[in-house]
C-alpha cells in the first residue's frame, strides 16, 4: 500500500476506534489520525508475530483493516492511560 492510502486507513480505523471506545480524549483530528496509521502498522506486526499471518494484504482486505483497527484500539487506550496521568 501506499503511503496516501496508509493515512485513508490510519484516519478511518482511528475514526471507527474512537466509536468503539467512547469518551473523552485530549485529542483531535490530528491525534486521531496518528493513532490510527501507527495502530494499523502496530496492529499489522502484531498480527505478523503473533499468528504468523501477513495481516496487511491490502487496502479493501478484511485482515487489513481488522489488523489497523485493533492496533488503533490498542494505541488509544495506552492513549487515553498515559494523557490522564499529566
Known amino acids: 500500500m501506499g503511503i496516501i492510502a496508509w493515512i485513508i486507513l490510519g484516519l478511518l480505523a482511528g475514526i471507527i476506534a474512537k466509536m468503539l471506545m467512547p ?8 491525534v486521531t489520525t496518528l493513532i490510527g496509521i501507527v495502530g494499523a502498522v502496530l496492529g499489522g506486526w502484531l ?33 487515553r492511560l498515559f494523557a490522564r496521568r499529566r
Do not use: M, N, Q, R
Open 47 to 79: 498480527g505478523k508475530v503473533i499468528f504468523g499471518v501477513d495481516s496487511v494484504d491490502g487496502f479493501f482486505e478484511l485482515s487489513t483493516w481488522i489488523a489497523a483497527i485493533v492496533g488503533s484500539l490498542i494505541l488509544l487506550a495506552l492513549y
Open 23 to 30: 469518551g473523552k480524549d485530549p485529542g483531535g483530528f490530528i
